[in-house]
């Protein structure tokens, strides 16, 4: 067994490209030894801003051997007379066997000459000197580089190639780099080489260079630094994992270090100094022990130390408190007028080309609001603050602070809301409305946050198919899929009883007097289809069944309820799992199968039943009552049918000679078969 490392030093790598290729490279590289027929027992992968590591334990030390079967040329051609022709003695030489050790197989119902050649394996170092070089520059990534005057692109120019097989030197060549057994330090450190003697020592000498290699390390350290940098001025530090990885991706030796700016400051909202320090400044802002009330500091994480932190920290403190004033000043100037009264700009500003400007949308946000209002039977109380909430949604859009401050749409109209001394709740369902940004995000906690939510959401997907502009291939500039995921899982997670298909036709109506390409009937079910694709997505990801997903969503509209579809593909799964569920799928799909193709029009009647076997199977069916019973109940009242169904089948012919008696078994037949359909088309089941 072998041990291999590699490390691709490189100029600053983006931030979002390194954790990216980390797992591309792991994922690759395990893909590509497994073609190769090279065991390995584990793969790591590590980056900082100027290196991705690759470390591959117990490596095989070559390939298993294998036997290829060679097809050659048909066997009448290969031998006449039972004699080898020149056809025979040419593919036996190319495969560089005796031609006595040809064998015929037949395949595709044809008589083929086969060889059986044995590939010895390579070793371990050959195979990785020609996979690693292609998997390494066909990692993906946004805005690659070329440099020099090579054919070759990359996330940032290569510069240097660090590969060693236990403890020595494997050759390896990428771009114009040739590899060695010498990786180099800290920028400023230890910009000079580092001999590699063996992969144990990896970790180890970096580290002796000030380089933490191994992500999770750097992360750590930066945590512990910030947290005891935070209890020193009886502060703490509230958890956030993006600007963590963000600063974590940024350094190869962290050094936090703290900062502070004039207490007047904080009379500007806080959540204007968090995105300043945050999403702007890469800081994190430390809040008091009870996580409530803001610090006057900062703590920044420096990619050196020692010398110079004081300087580093005035310059910090320097562009920060340009930023705070920057803050103070557009807060000053909004806080002039109210949130309410910035609702009539929104005229000014553009949705979408063809879809009117942020006054139409958020009218249309007001009305599809007081629609899903109706459906969840909320109070005029209730009703009369989501549609407040609604129509206050976009102003903050016209205020000098988003406008400077992007990251803060929504989040500083609830702050101005409670400014202004609306209710809390309306203020909250402004902050809410644009939640969930992604699948990772959080959904809005108020109901009213909800509805706003899923009604601006609705309104961008009706109003971008409505003109024609849905999304094709992976092309979704307007966020249309995210806005269809984003209403599923507010609904989904919040268990909402809501006909999205009947708001969805209203959303439409709503439109006004837009530039719609297409008509209602056309509009309304590639609108569906399409959110019913966002939601069959989101169930695979859930692990189901594919087929129960199948089965379930090709039976009726999905988006009349959806948690009643979610329920139903839980109970569907479950059942087809089911040891016994052989007997119910039969039963259920022989129903199907004389049905199909069948138009029935006529209701049963008992009268023109002829068998005991025909009353039992009506007296069985009525006593599945759709209405009172759950879905769980009905499964079992269907199991129960089964043996009603088989003796049914056994003792009666459906196509009968006589019209009226087929007609009123085939009605009977369709009895059943809506039963099964209120769970799922059983048809789509694989069994």
């Not at 117990?58 to 048909?74: F, R, S, V, Y």
């Not at 037949?106 to 070793?123: C, L, M, Q, R």
């Not at 100037?333 to 009117?356: M, N």
């Not at 006589?658 to 009895?671: A, G, H, P, T």
Request: aromatic content about 6%; proline content about 3%.
């Amino acid at each position: 067994m072998k041990n291999y490392l590699l490390e691709i030093g490189t100029e600053n790598l983006p931030v979002e490209f390194q954790t990216s290729a980390e797992e591309q490279l792991q994922k690759t590289v395990a893909e590509k030894l497994s073609e190769e027929r090279l065991s390995f027992k584990e793969i790591k992968t590590y980056s900082t801003p100027r290196r991705l590591t690759l470390i591959i334990n117990e490596l095989a030390d070559k390939q298993n051997d294998t036997i290829n079967n060679l097809k050659g040329p048909p066997a009448n051609v290969a031998f006449k007379d039972n004699q080898p022709t020149k056809a025979a003695e040419g593919f036996a030489k190319r495969c560089n066997i005796d031609i006595n050790q040809l064998k015929i197989e037949t395949i595709d119902n044809i008589d083929y000459v086969v060889a059986s050649v044995e590939e010895k394996g390579k070793h371990a170092e050959e195979v990785l000197q020609n996979i690693l070089p292609d998997l390494i520059l066909n990692l993906k990534g946004s805005y690659f580089m070329r440099w020099e005057n090579l054919d070759v692109r990359f996330s940032r120019p290569i510069r240097w190639l660090t590969s060693i097989m236990d403890d020595k030197c494997l050759p390896l060549q990428i771009a114009n780099i040739n590899a060695s057994d010498k990786s180099i330090g800290h920028r400023f450190y230890h910009p000079d080489h580092v001999c590699i003697n063996s992969i144990k020592e990896y970790k180890d000498k970096l580290k002796e260079a000030h380089v933490l290699v191994d992500p999770e390390e750097r992360k750590e350290k930066i945590k512990t630094q910030v947290n005891d940098i935070a209890r020193s001025v009886n502060g703490t530090v509230i958890e956030n994992k993006k600007l963590l990885n963000l600063v974590n991706n940024l350094v190869e030796w962290p050094v936090a270090i703290l900062g502070e700016f004039e207490k007047e400051y904080l009379s500007v909202p806080k959540e204007v100094i968090t995105t300043v320090m945050s999403a702007h400044q890469k800081y994190f802002p430390v809040f008091d022990s009870n996580k409530q009330e803001l610090l006057n500091y900062f703590i920044c994480v420096n990619n050196r130390n020692g010398e110079n932190t004081e300087t580093i920290i005035k310059g910090n403190q320097r562009v920060l408190k340009a930023r705070l004033e920057d803050g103070a000043f557009y807060y000053n100037e909004d806080r002039k007028h109210s949130l309410a009264s910035k609702v009539e700009a929104l005229k000014g500003v553009t949705f979408q080309k063809g879809l009117g400007n942020m006054y139409d949308k958020t009218e249309r946000i007001k009305a599809i609001c007081s629609e899903i209002a109706d459906e969840l039977n909320l109070c005029d109380a209730e009703k009369t603050k989501t549609i407040r909430a609604a129509e206050l949604c976009k102003a903050d859009l016209t205020t000098f602070m988003v406008r400077e401050f992007t990251e803060l749409e929504g989040i500083i109209g609830r702050v101005y809301a409670l400014k202004d001394n609306e209710d809390p709740e309306v203020a909250q369902g402004v902050g809410e409305h644009y939640l969930p940004r992604s699948a990772e995000d959080n959904i809005p906690k108020s109901l009213t946050g909800k509805i706003v939510a899923m009604a601006d959401k609705i309104d961008t997907i009706v109003s971008v198919f409505s003109i024609g502009k849905s999304p094709t291939g992976s092309a979704d500039p307007l966020g249309v899929r995210r806005a269809a995921l984003g209403t599923l899982l507010i609904v989904l997670k919040s268990d909402l009883k809501l006909n999205l298909s009947h708001i969805l036709e209203k959303a439409y109506n709503s439109l006004g007097n837009i530039d719609k390409k297409e008509p209602l009937e056309n509009v309304l079910p590639q609108v569906k289809d399409f959110i019913t694709q966002r939601l069959r997505v989101y169930l695979n990801d859930q692990k189901y069944r594919y087929d129960a997903i199948d089965a379930v969503l090709d039976c009726k509209d999905p988006l009349k309820d959806i948690t009643d579809t979610i329920e139903r593909v839980q109970i569907i799964n479950n059942l087809v799992n089911e040891s016994e569920y052989g007997p119910f799928h039969e039963s259920a799909n022989r129903i199907h199968r004389i049905l199909k193709n069948a138009d029935i029009k006529f209701n049963v009647e008992p009268s023109l039943f002829s068998h005991i076997s025909e009353n039992e199977f009506n007296d069985a069916l009525d006593k599945i009552d759709l209405d009172s019973l759950s879905h769980k109940d009905v499964v079992i009242k269907l199991k129960e049918l089964t043996p009603i169904i088989e003796k049914f089948f056994d003792n009666v012919l459906v196509m009968d000679k006589d019209e009226r008696i087929k007609n009123n078994r085939l009605s009977l037949v369709n009895k059943a078969d809506l039963k099964y359909k209120t769970l799922a088309d059983f048809s789509k089941i694989v069994y």
